[in-house]
C-alpha cells in the first residue's frame, strides 16, 4: 500500500518533530524497566519546565487531549460543586458537558465565538464557585483568553475557587506560566504544539488543587491517586495502575528533548513569527480573519471563506491535489470559516508560503 | 543517547510485529482524512475478524488495556444493578473497583488464584444479576477460563443478564469467539498478543448489550454514543469527538494485517507450540507450573521461583546481563512466581530457547 504523506496544517494532529517519529519506531521498552522508569521521569521533568510549573503532580495522562478535561473533572468536582466555565468556542461548551456529568452546578458564561473570554463576567457570574474553567487557545476560533488576569483575579477575591485552564492547543506553541498565573489544574495534547501524535494528555495539578482531590473518585482509569502512585512512586515505590503507553511517552519525551534544546522563548517565537507571516499574507489575498484583533493565536489562524467559494472543495483540492490539510470551521462556522494551524514542527516560514501559494492558485487570488 | 533493545517476555508489553512498528513511524495522516478513515474502518474490519464478531459496535477504543474495563462498565451499568464478577486473579479484583465506582451492587464470586472461573458457582452468586463479568485470560495467574461454557450458562437461565469478558491478554493468541460464545461485551489491549505498543483498547459489543446501554453514561471520553459517531458514522457522517490516536490506529491496523496474513488458526497453533515448548522446558529445568493444569496460557507462562531463590535478583540479572525482561508474580505471589509471556511477535520457539537457556544458566541448573 502505498504511503500518503501530508502537511497537516489543520486544528491537530500537525506533523511530529522528526525526533518524535524516531523514537515511536525506537524499540519498545516495558513500563516497569528501569530504563523506560527514567524515560518517564524525565519527561515529567521536562513537562514542568515546558508547564512553566513545580507541581510534582505533572505526568502525561494516557489517551488524547480531552481525557485531560476528563480528568480534571473527576478528580475535583463533587457532585453539586459550583462550576463557572467560560464558553468561547467548542471546548469551553465540552467542558460545560463534561462537568455536568460528574454532577457539577455549571454556571455558563457565554460569549460570542472568535472573542475571548471576558474576566468581569466569569467574576460576576458567582460569588463563591468551588471550580472556574477557561480554554487558553480555543481550537475552534483561535482566540487566545487571558489566563493570568483571569486566575489572578478569581484568587484576588478569595481562596475558594481552583481555576482550571485548557491549553490542548497553547503549550509549547505561546507562553504557558503556570505557577506565575496561579493555575491550578492544567490539560493539554500532544498532537498540537508539543509536536507528538495524538495520544497523551500532559497534566498538571497545584498543591492547593492536590489537598482538594476527590479522594476516591468515580473514575478507576483516571483516578490520580492511582496513577501517581505509578508516574512518581509517591508512595514509596513503583505501584502498577495501568500499562503506560510506553512508545508515545518516549516519544513525547524525544519532542521535548527537542523543544527545550531549541529553547522555549525561541519555540514561541518561530511561533509567533510564522503565525505573523500567514496572517499577512492571508490579507494580502483578501481574506477576512475571523478571530479579535488582539486575540489571535498564532499556532492556529482562523480566516473566512470568501463569499461563493465551496469551503470543502478547497480543502478537497489541496488535500488531495496538494496533500496540504487545513481544517474546517467548527460548529456554526463549519462551511463558513477554515483553520489553518502551524504547529510544533510546522510553525515555520516554508509551510506558511507553501500554504499560501496552494491556496491563491486554487482560489485564483 | 543509546537505545536499549529488550526482548519483552513479561505479562505485557510484548515486542511489536515488525509491520506495527513500521507503520508507527509512517506519515501521520489527520484523524478526519478520508485515508484514515479507510484505515479506520479496515482496522474495526480486522477487529472484527479477530474477535470472531459481526457486531457493528467493535472499535479501538483511545487508551490502553483496562480503559475498555472502564468503558464496560461505564456504558452498560447503571447504579444499583447487580453485577456478578469472577474473581481469580488482579483483573478480576479490578473488576470489582471499577464496578463499585459506577454504582453497582457488586457480587464477587472469590476463587483461588491459580484457578479458573467456577461456571456453577457463578451461576449460583445471584439469581438475576444484569451482568456477569469474568477475565477470560488471567494476566496475574496465567489461568484460561471458560467464557464459552460462563455465556452458555448465563444465557441459558434467561436473557436478563449481559455477559463481559476481559479478553486483554487472550485476543489473537488463543481463540476467541465473541459470536459463537454469546458473550456481549469485551475488550482487550494492543500490547500483548496483538503485536501493538500499548495505548488502544478494542473493544466489541453485541446489538442486545447495544440495546441495553446508558443512554448518557458519567463520562464524556468514554461515552460510546459519542465516540460510534465518529468511528463508524452511524449518524449518517463523522462527528468529531476526540482527536483519534492516529498513528496507534495505524500500527494496529498494520498488525493485524500481519495476523490475518498469517491465519488465525495459524496463529493461535504458533501460540500453543511455543506454550507447550516453554511449560516443557520449565519442567525439565526442575521448575513447578504455577496456573492449574488443563487451564494454562501457551501465551503466558506462571512458574514458581524455586526456595532459596531471590525472585528479583535472577530478573535483573536476565535484564541487565541478558536483555531479557520477565515478569514478577502479582499480588501475594510477587516474589514466589515469575510470569513468562510469549505473546504475539514473541509466540515463537527462538524465543523460548532463548529464555529457557539464560533461565538455566542463571539459576545454574
Not at 148 to 166: E, F, I, M, P, W
Not at 274 to 294: H, I, P, T
Not at 346 to 357: G, H, I, P, T, W
Request: glycine share 10%; proline share 5%.
Amino acid at each position: 500500500m502505498a504511503l500518503v504523506d501530508r502537511v497537516l496544517l489543520g486544528p491537530g494532529p500537525s506533523n511530529p518533530y522528526p525526533e518524535a517519529t524516531a523514537a515511536l519506531a525506537a524499540p519498545l521498552l516495558g513500563h516497569l524497566d528501569p530504563e523506560f522508569l527514567r524515560v518517564l521521569d524525565e519527561t515529567c521533568a521536562r513537562l514542568r519546565t515546558v508547564w512553566g510549573t513545580e507541581n510534582a503532580r505533572t505526568l502525561p495522562l494516557s489517551g488524547t487531549g480531552s481525557i485531560g478535561m476528563e480528568a480534571a473533572f473527576a478528580n475535583f468536582v463533587r457532585p453539586g460543586d459550583t462550576v463557572v466555565v467560560g464558553v468561547n468556542g467548542l471546548f469551553g461548551e465540552r467542558m460545560v458537558d463534561v462537568a455536568g456529568r460528574y454532577g457539577a452546578e455549571v454556571v455558563r458564561v457565554d460569549h460570542e465565538w472568535g472573542q475571548p473570554i471576558d474576566v468581569a463576567r466569569m467574576l460576576a457570574a458567582h460569588p463563591a464557585p468551588r471550580l472556574v474553567g477557561a480554554v487558553h487557545a480555543e481550537t475552534s476560533t483561535g482566540v487566545r483568553s487571558d489566563i493570568a488576569a483571569l486566575a489572578a483575579a478569581v484568587h484576588g477575591r478569595d481562596d475558594h475557587a481552583l481555576v482550571l485552564a485548557d491549553c490542548v492547543t497553547s503549550l509549547a506553541g505561546i507562553e504557558v506560566d503556570i505557577d506565575g498565573w496561579g493555575v491550578d489544574v492544567a490539560y493539554s495534547g500532544t498532537q498540537k504544539c508539543l509536536g507528538v501524535a495524538p495520544g497523551l494528555a500532559p497534566f498538571t495539578v497545584s498543591p492547593r488543587a492536590w489537598e482538594r482531590r476527590v479522594e476516591h473518585p468515580p473514575t478507576w482509569y483516571l483516578d490520580l491517586n492511582l496513577i501517581g502512585a505509578y508516574v512518581d512512586g509517591s508512595n514509596g515505590g513503583r505501584t502498577y495502575h495501568h500499562t503506560a503507553p510506553v512508545a508515545m511517552i518516549a516519544s513525547l519525551h524525544a519532542a521535548l528533548g527537542r523543544v527545550l534544546a531549541e529553547g522555549l522563548d525561541a519555540v514561541w517565537e518561530r511561533h509567533r513569527a510564522a503565525g505573523a507571516r500567514l496572517r499577512e499574507g492571508l490579507v494580502d489575498l483578501g481574506l477576512d480573519l475571523f478571530a479579535a484583533e488582539g486575540h489571535r493565536l498564532p499556532e492556529l489562524t482562523t480566516v473566512r471563506v470568501p463569499d461563493g467559494v465551496d469551503s470543502a472543495k478547497v480543502r478537497s483540492i489541496l488535500l488531495n491535489e496538494y496533500n496540504i490539510e487545513i481544517g474546517a470551521g467548527a460548529g456554526a462556522f463549519a462551511t463558513s470559516v477554515w483553520r489553518i494551524g502551524l504547529m510544533g514542527h510546522n510553525a515555520r516560514l516554508d509551510r506558511v508560503e507553501l500554504v499560501l501559494s496552494a491556496l491563491a492558485r486554487v482560489l485564483g487570488r
